[in-house]
Each structure stands twice: as C-alpha cells, then as structure tokens.
C-alpha cells in the first residue's frame, strides 16, 4: 500500500477507505477466525497488479477483494473453498455477488407457496450500524424509520447495504443472546393456533416480589396494542415507596377464568408466596378470582371507586360526604354501626339495593373492621392508575406482540432506573435533624430509606404532643395511659405488649434508639440485600456489549465533529486525509481484532407454531374484541322506514312521486288550471 504522505492517496480513495472504515476495521460479529486487517486499495492499482498480488490468509484476501470490488462499482461474495488432506486451504475462490445461477432443483419445485426471492447474498450490517440501531431502538423509534434514517445519511435506499429483514434479523439475534434464567412465562392458545393469554415475569421482578410483595394490586387497561387486549399489571410499592411491577399478562376477556388463570399461573411463578393482601376496584370478576385463589389475603377495595358509585348510583352530595367519614374514621366496630344506622336514616337510602350491598362488603373497606392489617398506606388503586398512564408513553395501540414486551420492558427499566436513583441517595448523605429527639431520629434516618425516613419524622413530631399519664401492669404486658398534652378529655388505654410498640412509649421510656420489633425490613435500606442479583447489563458484561457501548458513544462525537468539518472545502479534505492516516495507524497498531462471539444455536424465533392474536381494526370508537372480518359487510339502512338492506330513494313503503313541469303552481281545489304559455298571453292583447 502506498504511503499517505507521497501524495498518491486522492479524494477518492479517502472517500472509499472512510465507507469501508465500517466493514474493513471492524470483523463480522459471526467470524470467528483471528485475522489481520488487509490494506485499503489506492484507485491507480491496475488489473495486472492485481493478479500478482499475494496473501498470507484467506481473510486478508477477502478484504482486499471487497475493497476492490467496492472501488469499481460492484459487490463480491465467497464461492468455493478447497482443502487438502491436512484441512488446509488450497484454493479460495471470490466471484461476483450476482454471478452464477439458482440450482434447477429449486427452480422446478412444484409445490412452492410463495414467488421465488431474488439472491442478494452481500448484505450486512456493520458494528457501528448496529451501535446506531440499537440506540434508536433503546427511544422506541421503530425498525422502519430507522431504516429511513440510514438511507437519509448515505443519500438514498439504493446506498444502503442491507434491508429491513436484516436489521429484524439482528434484533432477533440479540433479543436470543440475552437469558434470563429467571425468566417466567405461560400462555394459552384457542382455535386456530392463535396466542390469546399470556403472563410473563423476569427475574428482577421475582426478586422485588420476594421483599415487597405482602401487598398486591392489580388493574386492566386497554388500547395498548393492535389486538385490542386488555393488559393486566401486578404491582406494588418498594422500599423508596414507588411503584414496582411483579408480572404483566395480557388475557382475551376479563372474564372470572382469565382472572383466575392469571392469578394461578402469577402464584406458580412465585413459588407458592401469596400476597396478605390486595387492592382492585371491585371489579366482581376480579373478586372472585381472589377468594378463590388468594382465599387467606384480605381484599380491600378501592376508596376512590366506592365514593365515584356512590355518587352514580344514591346522587346525594350528603350521603357522599357522610360516607367517606364513616368508610376512612378511625373509630371502633360498635361506633362505625351507630354512624351507618345514622347515615342510612338521615338519607333515606336504606331500601336502595347498591347500598345494601355495599353494607354487606363493609370488610373490605371499612377502616373499622380492617384495622391491624397492612396495606402499605395505600387505600386507593390510583398507583395502577399513574402506571397506566406512564405505560402510555411508552406503547401504542399499533404495536404487535413483540413490539409490545419491547416496549414494556422500556417502561419497566425506566422505574428501576428511579429506583437504582433513590438507593443512591438513601445510602450517601446524611438528612438534617429537626426534631427535638435526635437519638430516635439519627437511627431511623440510618436504617429507613429516605422517602419513608420524611415520613417516620412527622409521626415522631406527632409522638411530642402525648405523653403517658398512668402504667398499670397486666398478664399480658403493660396498661398505659396516654393523655394528648393539654388535653385532659383527650386519653387513650394501650395495651403494649413487648413486640409491640408505639413512638410515645420511646418518648415516655427515654428510649434512644428504634428496636428492631419496631422496624419493618421492607421500609429498610437493606431491604433486598437478602436477594441474589442477577442483573448482567454492566460494565462488567460481555466484551460485546462494551465494544458497541464504545462505537455508540463515539460514533455520536464523531457525528458532531462531522458537522463542523464538512463546511468548508479545505476543511474537508484535511480532516479527510487526516482521518484515513489515523485509521491507517490504529490498524496497524491493532494487528488484530477480537471476533465477538455470538451462540449461532440460538433462535430467536421461538412459539412453536403460535400464532399472533387477531388484529382488530378499529374506527372512530373502539370496537371490542370482535375483528372486522367477522362483523360482515356493514349494511344500509333506510332513513324512511328504519329497516336495513335498502335507502330511502328505493324504500317499498314510500309514497309515489308526484312529477310536474318546472315552474307549475299547486291550482287550489275547485278552480280550473290556466294555461300559461306566451302565445295565449299574445291573442289575450290582441282582444283587448
């Protein structure tokens, strides 16, 4: 190869050597030999200097050869090797990428179902096209509009040297070279082979259900993707109080079987752990489905829903307001009754069937009978609400099935990214004190997460307006008093027991510190430590990973720097040139390339015959799960009669027309019509 420096390397050439920067610097992720980068071919090598030209290993050749063919215009692909006894090369042969002919085996098929697709066997996708893929795909831009934005860089779809099956090709061979071990999933198929439940949960989520999950809610949402499926959520609350997913499952209907299938299926995951509690809307399905498969969690139901049916079903502004005070008043069994009775008479509403029935299900919201049971603070499914909502800024309603987990999982990473955030916060940095009991405080703030330490201190401020007034000693513990200061008609009897306790009682004892009977682990900075992580995106992971985290980062500076170099004349050619002997120097220096390894037995393909569901094609307002197809052909119907199959114009029941000639009048009934024509009007004037 000629020097850079003697002048014989034109703009051409440069231009060459930069395009094949990306297949000639970089291997093919499927190679697996070790070879030497070949050098770049000057524009002046001529035909003979080619045939003289000698190569120590059947990569550099076909380098060389590719970068030949490539300067004059064509593409060229592997044909025949030859080897000897010893399994060593003899021959090498490279021809043309459109020469030869299709076997006439293939040709002559008689049973084929599809037209024959053209041979374009020289397509392939550099590492840096793969970088830049991957990072538009990681914002949800979808396969072809990235393809769009190559052809925009190259300056036309004719330049780009690979299709859109391919890039779905390289997806597909990522998305089999990430395992997750961890990973659940169960599905069930109706007629025709066609996916109509499916429930998934990877391993992260498993591990956040193993510390969280003694509280569980869930909800449906629609219009998230193209067949139309509602999309169930399982979630939850972690340690920094924010919103955790345990599962996911998409179901046909929201029938009671495909609540309880999922449920089923959702506890198999978890090896067994049921929830102690849930939260839902009160969907009757849902309600079912939970007795029958959580039957020892307690169902509570969702206290913004219950006010919104209040309203819809009694309408009175009074009993709305007297209802959330008797569903959220802290008070005992006995009060609760004499308030509803209360309520009921005052209203007039003790005949009316909704309210009957939601006195029969007083256990599931009423705070009186649900006290001493853990609910995480939440009394409402707004959090399944919120989440919704976020997972509508990440998936739309035209997206398939495997769109869809892409996308999910999008959103998924996005909370555990807020996650991994307030751990660090929590862990460096200490909160300034603000109470007047800084032993208490120091040690909550050492062991409770930041977001729930805020809140542990506006109890303690609580804690300093009682104090104990008596202590009385009993069989099971110790009788205390407690009086709010100033307040002498303000007492209460608490009966502690010792692996019980209250803030006042560490107040009142001149306890300094939080006894762990006190502490719940789930609200603790170490509250996953027990849990073995298996998360494998670091820096740490595979060689794979940090070299296309590499080309993606710089090939964004070099997109800047590209910006600026390409103004003027003279700076291009520079930089050009400057740039092509820096590639030139790193080769050299390199000598060789690392081949990253891909598991070729890996299929990304999967399903096993498993179609996707139907696509419901909607317009206007949604249509529900039935698909056009199977509606019909939508029929006319008459504005006159009301009946379908005809228009008004050819209804049988319509009057008869009436013809008349243009400009007649209606005669009045017993006068004779006059003629109105011009020659009568004319012998009218010649009588007169």
């Given at each position: 190869?000629?020097?850079?420096?003697?002048?014989l390397?034109n703009e051409?050439?440069?231009f060459?050597?930069?395009?094949?920067?990306?297949e000639?610097g970089?291997?093919?992720m499927?190679?697996?030999?070790?070879e030497?980068?070949a050098a770049?071919v000057?524009?002046h090598v001529?035909?003979?200097?080619?045939?003289?030209?000698?190569?120590?290993?059947?990569?550099e050749?076909r380098?060389f050869?590719t970068?030949?063919s490539?300067?004059k215009?064509f593409?060229?692909?592997k044909c025949?090797r030859v080897?000897?006894?010893?399994g060593e090369i003899?021959?090498y042969?490279f021809?043309?990428?459109?020469?030869g002919?299709?076997h006439?085996?293939?040709?002559n098929?008689?049973?084929?179902?599809?037209?024959?697709?053209p041979?374009?066997?020289?397509?392939?996708?550099s590492d840096?096209?793969?970088a830049?893929m991957?990072?538009m795909?990681?914002?949800?831009?979808?396969?072809?509009?990235i393809y769009?934005?190559?052809?925009?860089?190259?300056g036309?779809?004719?330049?780009v040297r690979?299709t859109?099956?391919?890039?779905?090709?390289?997806v597909?061979k990522?998305?089999?070279a990430?395992n997750?071990e961890k990973?659940?999933w169960?599905?069930e198929?109706a007629?025709?082979?066609r996916l109509?439940?499916?429930?998934?949960?990877?391993g992260?989520?498993?591990e956040?259900y193993?510390a969280?999950?003694?509280v569980?809610a869930f909800?449906?949402t629609?219009?998230r993707?193209?067949?139309?499926?509602?999309?169930?959520?399982?979630?939850?609350?972690?340690h920094?109080?924010?919103t955790?997913?345990?599962a996911?499952?998409?179901?046909?209907?929201?029938?009671?079987?495909?609540?309880?299938?999922?449920?089923?299926r959702f506890?198999?995951c978890m090896?067994?752990?049921?929830?102690k509690?849930?939260i839902?809307d009160?969907?009757p399905?849902m309600r079912?489905a939970?007795?029958?498969v959580?039957?020892?969690?307690?169902h509570r139901l969702?206290?913004w829903h219950?006010l919104?049916?209040?309203?819809?079903?009694?309408s009175q502004p009074?009993?709305?307001?007297?209802?959330?005070?008797c569903?959220l008043a802290d008070?005992?069994v006995?009060?609760f009754?004499?308030q509803?009775?209360a309520?009921?008479?005052?209203?007039?509403?003790r005949e009316?069937e909704w309210?009957?029935?939601?006195?029969?299900?007083k256990l599931s919201?009423?705070?009186a009978?649900?006290?001493g049971?853990?609910?995480?603070?939440?009394?409402?499914?707004s959090?399944?609400?919120s989440?919704h909502?976020?997972?509508?800024?990440f998936?739309?309603?035209r997206?398939g099935i495997l769109?869809?987990?892409?996308n999910?999982q999008r959103c998924v990473?996005?909370l555990?990214?807020k996650?991994?955030?307030?751990?660090f916060r929590?862990f460096?940095?200490?909160?300034?004190?603000?109470t007047?009991?800084?032993?208490?405080e120091r040690?909550?703030a050492?062991?409770y997460?930041?977001?729930?330490?805020?809140?542990?201190?506006?109890?303690?401020?609580?804690?300093?307006r009682f104090?104990i007034?008596?202590?009385?000693?009993?069989?099971?513990g110790?009788?205390y008093v407690?009086?709010?200061?100033r307040?002498?008609e303000?007492?209460?009897q608490?009966?502690?027991q010792p692996q019980?306790?209250t803030?006042?009682?560490l107040?009142?004892?001149?306890?300094g510190?939080l006894?762990e009977t006190?502490?719940?682990?789930?609200?603790?900075?170490?509250?996953?430590?027990h849990?073995?992580?298996v998360r494998?995106?670091?820096?740490?992971?595979?060689?794979?990973?940090?070299?296309?985290s590499?080309v993606?980062?710089?090939?964004?500076?070099?997109?800047?720097?590209a910006?600026?170099?390409c103004l003027?004349d003279?700076d291009y050619?520079?930089?050009?040139?400057k740039?092509a002997?820096?590639?030139?120097i790193l080769?050299?220096k390199n000598?060789l390339?690392?081949?990253?390894y891909?598991n070729p037995?890996l299929n990304?393909?999967?399903g096993?015959?498993?179609?996707?569901p139907?696509?419901?094609?909607?317009?206007?307002?949604?249509r529900?799960?039935v698909?056009?197809?199977?509606?019909?052909p939508?029929?006319?119907?008459?504005?006159a009669?009301?009946?379908l199959?005809?228009?008004?114009?050819?209804c049988?029941?319509a009057p008869a027309?009436?013809h008349?000639c243009?400009g007649?009048?209606?005669v009045?009934?017993?006068?004779?019509?006059?003629?109105?024509?011009?020659?009568?009007?004319?012998?009218?004037l010649?009588?007169q």
């Amino acid at each position: 190869m000629p020097d850079p420096e003697d002048g014989l390397l034109n703009e051409e050439t440069l231009f060459d050597m930069s395009m094949l920067g990306d297949e000639a610097g970089f291997p093919n992720m499927m190679q697996t030999d070790i070879e030497p980068q070949a050098a770049q071919v000057p524009s002046h090598v001529s035909i003979e200097d080619v045939l003289k030209m000698e190569f120590f290993t059947p990569g550099e050749a076909r380098e060389f050869y590719t970068s030949y063919s490539r300067l004059k215009g064509f593409a060229i692909r592997k044909c025949k090797r030859v080897k000897n006894a010893k399994g060593e090369i003899v021959s090498y042969t490279f021809v043309c990428n459109r020469q030869g002919f299709r076997h006439k085996k293939w040709l002559n098929k008689l049973d084929r179902k599809r037209e024959h697709k053209p041979i374009t066997r020289y397509r392939n996708m550099s590492d840096v096209e793969i970088a830049q893929m991957n990072s538009m795909r990681e914002v949800g831009i979808s396969i072809p509009k990235i393809y769009q934005s190559f052809a925009m860089q190259v300056g036309g779809f004719n330049l780009v040297r690979f299709t859109k099956q391919d890039m779905h090709n390289e997806v597909r061979k990522q998305r089999a070279a990430r395992n997750d071990e961890k990973l659940f999933w169960r599905y069930e198929v109706a007629a025709g082979s066609r996916l109509c439940d499916i429930i998934w949960s990877d391993g992260r989520s498993q591990e956040d259900y193993e510390a969280f999950g003694d509280v569980l809610a869930f909800d449906a949402t629609y219009g998230r993707n193209k067949y139309n499926l509602p999309v169930i959520v399982l979630s939850r609350v972690n340690h920094h109080n924010q919103t955790c997913v345990f599962a996911a499952a998409l179901v046909s209907y929201e029938s009671q079987d495909s609540y309880k299938w999922v449920l089923q299926r959702f506890l198999e995951c978890m090896w067994g752990k049921a929830p102690k509690a849930v939260i839902t809307d009160g969907d009757p399905s849902m309600r079912l489905a939970i007795m029958y498969v959580f039957s020892d969690a307690h169902h509570r139901l969702c206290t913004w829903h219950l006010l919104r049916n209040a309203t819809a079903h009694v309408s009175q502004p009074c009993f709305t307001q007297l209802f959330k005070q008797c569903m959220l008043a802290d008070i005992e069994v006995d009060e609760f009754e004499i308030q509803w009775e209360a309520m009921v008479d005052e209203c007039g509403v003790r005949e009316i069937e909704w309210v009957m029935d939601l006195y029969r299900k007083k256990l599931s919201w009423a705070t009186a009978y649900i006290r001493g049971r853990f609910f995480a603070g939440l009394r409402t499914t707004s959090r399944c609400e919120s989440l919704h909502a976020k997972l509508g800024g990440f998936v739309e309603s035209r997206y398939g099935i495997l769109d869809f987990f892409t996308n999910f999982q999008r959103c998924v990473d996005f909370l555990r990214d807020k996650e991994e955030e307030l751990d660090f916060r929590s862990f460096y940095g200490t909160p300034v004190l603000q109470t007047q009991f800084p032993e208490i405080e120091r040690s909550a703030a050492t062991l409770y997460t930041r977001e729930i330490f805020y809140r542990f201190r506006e109890s303690l401020k609580w804690a300093g307006r009682f104090y104990i007034a008596d202590r009385q000693d009993c069989e099971n513990g110790c009788c205390y008093v407690i009086q709010k200061y100033r307040r002498s008609e303000s007492t209460w009897q608490v009966l502690h027991q010792p692996q019980n306790g209250t803030f006042q009682f560490l107040v009142g004892n001149d306890i300094g510190s939080l006894p762990e009977t006190l502490v719940l682990k789930r609200w603790c900075k170490n509250a996953k430590n027990h849990v073995t992580s298996v998360r494998q995106v670091t820096e740490t992971g595979d060689a794979a990973s940090r070299y296309r985290s590499r080309v993606g980062v710089f090939l964004d500076q070099c997109k800047r720097f590209a910006k600026v170099a390409c103004l003027r004349d003279e700076d291009y050619k520079v930089f050009s040139e400057k740039m092509a002997r820096d590639t030139i120097i790193l080769e050299v220096k390199n000598g060789l390339c690392v081949a990253l390894y891909v598991n070729p037995h890996l299929n990304g393909e999967g399903g096993g015959g498993i179609q996707d569901p139907v696509r419901v094609r909607t317009k206007g307002t949604g249509r529900g799960n039935v698909s056009q197809v199977s509606k019909g052909p939508k029929k006319r119907k008459c504005s006159a009669c009301g009946k379908l199959g005809h228009r008004r114009t050819r209804c049988p029941s319509a009057p008869a027309p009436q013809h008349r000639c243009r400009g007649s009048q209606p005669v009045p009934e017993g006068c004779q019509a006059q003629p109105q024509g011009g020659h009568d009007i004319i012998e009218t004037l010649n009588d007169q």
